[in-house]
């Protein structure tokens, strides 16, 4: 372990506690959008043009944070992320017209959610960690599915109790509260270098580029897109609506989803400090694809239904704390931010694509079975090219 056990398991913290904010705040807008709706009079698509700046945005901070961090720090862009999301949060309670809202939720806020992200948290802690890095990074990263699982419900409380515009003011006030937090705590991070002299971010893309441990884990994680966000997380509620399942029983399955989320990252960080971890990887996407089939054969059977939850879960976020502690040792710390950042790029591409395949699939067919069979073919897909990632490691 580098410096100080004590400031490389503050870091850990910040960047939980920054995850579980940035994740749940994701969710409100769904969770709103129907009273924001009745309350403004502003069509679905116009709400929805909102979330679709924010991914632009997202993106947008995922890479240009990531080149940062190498340079600068996570200090900084951590504090400046978690303002974003509080202006966004804040700018969306005040919002009166359609165009101060895209302005506000959709620039700032998915800056924020580019900023405040697991590319950045796993560069900070990656810096304080060699023995138990990939522990330290199952810990930080199941901010993001804690959140989740804690806040969205709290949230769904003060809706009901204050209303939209309520809701929003609260969260933006505890993203602002929480960025001066994040620059305290954060203060040591940035004077732990990583390894190497700094090149010019042309150097830096020229030598990923032509890194074949750096295209496996990026396709690899295109896919891990495509299979989580953009199939299960954008289509499961509708698909198990589809067979038979009421909404309510449906999203109880994704909850249960949700809380193995939390134990199978967590696991996942653990075994990485234990295990090969390219034979993790690969184990970790093989699993999730033939989980698909348990999903074909859901039916109307309950028992089937959270037996996917409950499987799918244990694989789904399981995959973060391994490829970045994959990108620490092989492709390094100089550039890990960058490369987080390009491989969170890649994701939500590939989430894109998942979400936009499945609905095209469905109006097609009337049927989600073509959806599931091609993410278990991608999945395996996504474990052979894991597989052709060379054990040895750079010096971390």
């Not at 400046?80 to 939720?105: E, H, K």
């Amino acid at each position: 372990m580098l410096p100080s056990a004590r400031t490389g398991w503050a870091v850990v913290g910040i960047g939980f506690i920054g995850l579980a904010l940035s994740f749940a705040y994701r969710n409100l807008l769904q969770l709103t959008m129907t009273d924001m709706e009745a309350d403004l009079g502003w069509s679905r698509s116009v709400l929805s043009s909102g979330a679709t700046i924010a991914l632009v945005a997202m993106a947008a901070g995922n890479l240009f944070g990531g080149m940062l961090v190498d340079r600068y720090g996570p200090r900084k862009l951590l504090s400046l992320g978690l303002v974003f999301l509080g202006i966004g949060m804040l700018g969306a309670a005040a919002a009166r017209t359609p165009w101060q809202y895209l302005l506000v939720f959709g620039a700032f806020a998915g800056a924020g959610f580019g900023l405040v992200a697991t590319s950045i948290v796993s560069s900070a802690v990656a810096r304080f960690f060699i023995e138990r890095r990939g522990f330290a990074l199952g810990i930080s990263s199941a901010g993001g599915p804690v959140g989740q699982m804690t806040l969205i419900p709290l949230a769904a409380l003060l809706l009901a109790a204050v209303g939209w515009r309520a809701l929003f003011v609260v969260a933006g006030i505890a993203a602002i509260a929480a960025a001066p937090l994040a620059a305290w705590g954060l203060r040591a991070a940035d004077g732990v270098a990583g390894d190497g002299q700094r090149s010019s971010l042309a150097d830096d893309l020229r030598d990923l580029v032509r890194s074949p441990t750096f295209h496996l884990l990026f396709w690899g994680f295109f896919i891990c897109g495509f299979t989580s966000i953009g199939a299960i997380e954008t289509h499961f509620i509708p698909y198990a609506t589809l067979c038979g399942f009421s909404p309510t029983m449906s999203a109880n399955a994704f909850g249960f989803l949700s809380v193995l989320n939390l134990a199978g990252i967590v696991l996942a960080g653990w075994l990485a400090d234990r295990m090969n971890r390219v034979l993790l990887l690969a184990g970790i996407y093989a699993a999730r694809g033939l989980t698909f089939i348990l999903l074909l054969g859901i039916a109307d059977n309950t028992t089937m239904l959270f037996a996917f939850s409950g499987l799918y879960g244990l694989f789904d976020y399981a995959t973060i704390p391994v490829v970045a502690s994959l990108v620490a040792s092989h492709l390094g710390m100089r550039v890990m931010g960058f490369s987080m950042g390009l491989i969170a790029m890649a994701h939500q591409l590939g989430a894109a694509a998942g979400a936009i395949g499945g609905g095209v699939v469905f109006d097609l067919y009337n049927s989600y079975t073509g959806l599931w069979v091609r993410s278990l073919a991608l999945a395996l897909v996504a474990a052979a090219l894991s597989v052709v990632i060379k054990p040895q490691p750079k010096p971390a």
